[in-house]
Every structure is written in structure tokens, then in C-alpha cells.
């Protein structure tokens, strides 16, 4: 059975920084790409970062250049730091995993759903 559990979520002030931590269980896969979504109330899911087997990264616009995704293989985490977090980056946040070959933009853009799912953590940034 596959499960993520994610990490490291709270309350930030504007410009104020944090790192979310995705542990994995059970996700075996040489090939894979994992993603990180979030979810603000009244707010579609939109993606926000994805790292692959390669280490190729991609991120959405609204966080490019504030936001850096990262694996550690060996401990089956990945991670998502936030830098110059602004209050529109309050969500609920999710980290995600697929092993099939996805494009990066497809599975940010939602079009093709990663397949495994945690249950999400707060993200509030206050001004």
C-alpha cells in the first residue's frame, strides 16, 4: 500500500519562509514523478512543483523563483521549500506521486491526476 504523509505545515508571517516534507511508504517505483498541489478555500487544486527519477524540476508561475523542490531518496521524503511566502500562498497543501511517465505540465495542469495522494497540510501566511 502506498501513502504519503506530509510535514511541516503552519502559520508564517509575509516574506517568512517553510519547508513541507512528503515521507512516502510503499511507493517502489525506478521511475516517478512527485508533485506538490495546494488548495485554497473556494479555489480550484492548482499544482505548484514536480521533481522526477532525473531530478528534473518544473514549477508553476506564482511560485517560480520562491519555491525549490527536492527528493532524498534514501529517506523516501521529498520536500518543498518555501521562500518570500505572500498571503495569496495560503492552501491547504498536498503532496502527490505517479510512476507513470506524465509530462510535468500535464500533471500540473491537472490534466493527467497523479495517481497517490496524502491528505494535505495548512499553509497560512499572514501580513
Known amino acids: 500500500e502506498v501513502r504519503l504523509v506530509e510535514s511541516g505545515g503552519g502559520s508564517v508571517q509575509s516574506g517568512g519562509s517553510l519547508r513541507l516534507s512528503c515521507l512516502t511508504s510503499?511507493?517502489?517505483?525506478?521511475?516517478?514523478?512527485l508533485a506538490w498541489f495546494r488548495q485554497a478555500p473556494g479555489q480550484e487544486r492548482e499544482g505548484v512543483a514536480v521533481?522526477?527519477?532525473?531530478?528534473?524540476?518544473t514549477y508553476a508561475d506564482p511560485v517560480q523563483g520562491r519555491f525549490t523542490v527536492s527528493q532524498d531518496s534514501a529517506a523516501s521524503t521529498f520536500d518543498l521549500q518555501m521562500s518570500d511566502l505572500k498571503t495569496e500562498d495560503t492552501a491547504r497543501y498536498y503532496c502527490?506521486?505517479?510512476?507513470?511517465?506524465?509530462?510535468?505540465?500535464?500533471?500540473?495542469?491537472?490534466?493527467?491526476?497523479?495517481?497517490?495522494w496524502g491528505q494535505g497540510i495548512q499553509v497560512t501566511v499572514s501580513s
Open positions: 510503499g511507493f517502489t517505483y525506478s521511475s516517478y514523478r
Open positions: 502527490a506521486a505517479d510512476w507513470r511517465p506524465v509530462e510535468h505540465k500535464d500533471l500540473l495542469l491537472g490534466i493527467v491526476p497523479p495517481i497517490y
Open positions: 521533481i522526477d527519477e532525473y531530478g528534473d524540476t
